[in-house]
């Protein structure tokens, strides 16, 4: 099927969401994101914002395991469907293989997840585009915050995938900037086995290292927490960092091993369609949420993310345009509305979000429901990068009885 051919009354999306990893772990946030995703389609639709309805198959939606093998296949098999879009797209890695396949069918491929700063350039991927901002919005603030504390010297984990190599960069300069000595950079490949990182890592606890920033896919941050629990490393003097947050179901030991860190998540700012969300989403889902969480943030991404492909389409039926996947892309680019998260727009001549405030959340063990318990903490301002910080919430590494 040619890949402008749009069934007659539909718009037609496809998706490339997580659902679980590759390991076989269940990922609750592209869980979530892929259920906002849907009821956003739902609210479009409701809405009557389009001229024909907007779908997405669940045959054109496929589990990818946030993982590299077979994203191509898939996004090439997902585009050979005659589809407008292709949604989801949650992991760095993969990313820049799908982007690829969308050049090469220019179909547009639109991420709610992926912030590695190699995807912000549109002349190497014209045909990517993110309602999310690049790492160093994350991890550069996670160097500023270290800073912030008066750390001095960090040991700097960071896995060798796109993601993590532009992780590590930003990581750099950003130490640079505050003047933080790396002591110790850790480079290692996904999916590395706890056997392998334990041996990694017995030599820092045996030279007392206490600082840690870590960038890496969740399932290897966990890895690490889970060697810092298995090495005793978890202690009252140390601070611990990482770009990811662990899962609200993740094993005790990584709990254990990351109890009092600090991980960035988009702060969404409060408001009243955000607070029906909340209350709506978690009648859709079947459960209550937590607002704090991780996978509930993804979820206000991902729909403002099929927002966005809504307002690209209304804007170019407002200029009377043909709705095609090349003209959609441009008019993605132009897109500004208020979304979930707030203002979405795209900053130009790039593929990034224009703006998105980051909060720090700190893990405090379990709720009362045993889920894993994150408390925002502090913010960082993006513009003066100037961080209001709430010590007396804090709790910090040592925890010996959670």
């Known amino acids: 099927m040619n890949n402008t051919n749009i069934e007659e009354n539909a718009y037609v999306l496809g998706g490339m969401y997580t659902h679980f990893y590759h390991d076989g772990r269940y990922a609750d946030w592209g869980d979530y994101a ?70 090469k069918h220019k179909i547009p491929a639109i991420s709610y997840g992926v912030n590695a700063s190699l995807f912000s350039d549109p002349k190497k991927f014209p045909y990517f585009i ?40 930003v990581v750099k300069e950003y130490a640079k900037k505050y003047n933080i000595e790396i002591s110790k950079i850790i480079a290692y490949d996904r999916d590395t086995s706890i056997e392998n990182m334990l041996e990694l890592i017995k030599p820092l606890n045996e030279a007392e290292c206490k600082n840690f920033i870590i960038t890496a896919p969740t399932p290897d941050t966990v890895t690490v927490f889970k060697s810092f629990h298995a090495l005793d490393m978890n202690k009252t003097d140390c601070h611990i960092f990482a770009a990811e947050m662990i899962s609200s179901d993740e094993v005790a030991e990584a709990v254990y091993g990351s109890y009092g860190y600090f991980a960035p998540m988009t702060m969404l700012p409060p408001s009243k369609i955000l607070t029906q969300f909340t209350t709506r989403f978690s009648h859709y889902i079947g459960e209550e949420v937590d607002t704090a969480s991780k996978a509930f943030a993804y979820a206000a991404i991902s729909y403002d993310h099929i927002y966005m492909v809504a307002h690209g389409i209304k804007n170019l039926l407002n200029e009377q345009k043909a709705i095609s996947p090349e003209n959609l892309m441009q008019a993605l680019r132009n ?64 925890a010996q009885d959670l």
């Open 335 to 398: 897109v500004d509305f208020i979304g979930l998260t707030g203002r979405v727009s795209i900053t130009p001549n790039t593929n990034d979000r224009a703006y998105m405030s980051v909060q720090f959340l700190n893990n405090q063990g379990y709720n009362p429901d045993g889920t894993v318990c994150f408390i925002p903490v502090g913010s960082i301002d993006p513009e003066s990068e100037s961080i209001q910080f709430e010590r007396e919430r804090v709790v910090w590494p040592g």
């Open 130 to 169: 993110r309602v999310v901002t690049p790492s160093e919005t994350y991890d550069g603030y996670l160097v500023g915050l270290a800073a912030f504390l008066k750390v001095q010297n960090i040991v700097f984990f960071h896995t060798t995938d796109a993601w993590g190599l532009g992780a590590a960069k």
């Open 34 to 103: 892929l259920n906002a995703a849907n009821m956003a389609i739902a609210d479009i639709n409701a809405s009557k914002m389009l001229d024909k309805t907007l779908i997405m198959p669940d045959e054109f939606v496929e589990d990818y395991h946030c993982w590299p093998e077979h994203a191509e296949e898939i996004a090439e098999n997902l585009m050979r469907k005659g589809i407008l879009a292709l949604t989801g797209i949650d992991c760095s890695g993969p990313a820049e293989y799908i982007s690829n396949v969308a050049q």
